[in-house]
């Protein structure tokens, strides 16, 4: 979707309810490009009320907020949050202010722990964000290290695109694999479901 120079883009509709984005004309923030402004919703669904949007084992619940705090954002906010707790009341988050002193949600820490503390969970989570990524990192490093060497380029000097790629695309196929794995073993021990949510 490209903007004009206005920064507006085309009329199309509502990624929720599918009714057309400032149908009326007189919503053009609906439409507007601007940082932190589109985000393919109209008013209506923008305003709509807290809606659960998942349910995780363990009971947390998976919040999706109105906008709060500056006005002129968009975007609806998401906290997990476990019923049951004393210090939110279940809601995920409790009102603070941002550096300006503006009203803002801030997220409810007993509850981000509780979540994360899940040993499933920050297992997956350490393997998919860190050790995964750290291995195929130091992979490559070694393979740009070993044609170096190989074609006798001095450290720094560019290596050609087509080498490059060549290298890359085995690497990549590698990693795709090494992921599926573990996305398989995460469903096994029931860590996420079949679309791939954790659980
Ligand atoms: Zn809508
Ligand atoms: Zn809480």
């Given at each position: 979707?490209?903007?004009?120079?206005?920064?507006?883009?085309?009329?199309?509709?509502?990624?929720?309810?599918?009714?057309?984005?400032?149908?009326?004309?007189?919503?053009?923030?609906?439409?507007?490009?601007?940082?932190?402004?589109?985000?393919?919703?109209?008013?209506?669904?923008?305003?709509?009320?807290?809606?659960?949007?998942?349910?995780?084992?363990?009971?947390?619940?998976?919040?999706?907020?109105?906008?709060?705090?500056?006005?002129?954002?968009?975007?609806?906010?998401?906290?997990?949050?476990?019923?049951?707790?004393?210090?939110?009341?279940?809601?995920?988050?409790?009102?603070?202010?941002?550096?300006?002193?503006?009203?803002?949600?801030?997220?409810?820490?007993?509850?981000?722990?509780?979540?994360?503390?899940d040993p499933?969970r920050a297992?997956?989570?350490?393997?998919?964000?860190?050790?995964?990524?750290?291995?195929?990192?130091?992979?490559?490093?070694?393979?740009?290290?070993?044609?170096?060497?190989?074609?006798?380029?001095?450290?720094?000097?560019?290596?050609?695109?087509?080498?490059?790629?060549?290298?890359?695309?085995?690497?990549?196929?590698?990693?795709?694999?090494?992921?599926?794995?573990?996305d398989r073993?995460?469903?096994?021990?029931?860590?996420?479901?079949?679309?791939?949510?954790?659980?």
């Amino acid at each position: 979707m490209k903007m004009d120079r206005n920064g507006m883009y085309p009329q199309h509709p509502c990624r929720r309810c599918g009714a057309m984005l400032n149908a009326d004309g007189y919503h053009a923030s609906e439409l507007y490009a601007g940082v932190g402004c589109y985000t393919g919703l109209c008013d209506a669904c923008k305003n709509a009320p807290m809606t659960v949007v998942w349910t995780y084992r363990d009971g947390a619940v998976r919040l999706e907020y109105p906008p709060g705090g500056p006005s002129g954002r968009r975007n609806r906010q998401h906290y997990t949050a476990y019923p049951d707790c004393t210090q939110c009341k279940g809601e995920g988050y409790r009102w603070g202010s941002n550096v300006t002193g503006w009203p803002m949600r801030h997220y409810c820490e007993p509850c981000l722990r509780r979540w994360s503390g899940d040993p499933g969970r920050a297992w997956y989570e350490r393997m998919r964000i860190r050790t995964l990524p750290d291995l195929v990192q130091a992979r490559w490093t070694r393979a740009l290290v070993a044609y170096r060497k190989a074609h006798r380029l001095p450290m720094g000097a560019r290596i050609p695109d087509d080498a490059a790629a060549a290298m890359h695309a085995p690497m990549l196929a590698q990693y795709q694999r090494i992921q599926a794995r573990l996305d398989r073993i995460a469903r096994a021990r029931g860590i996420i479901d079949d679309d791939g949510h954790l659980t």
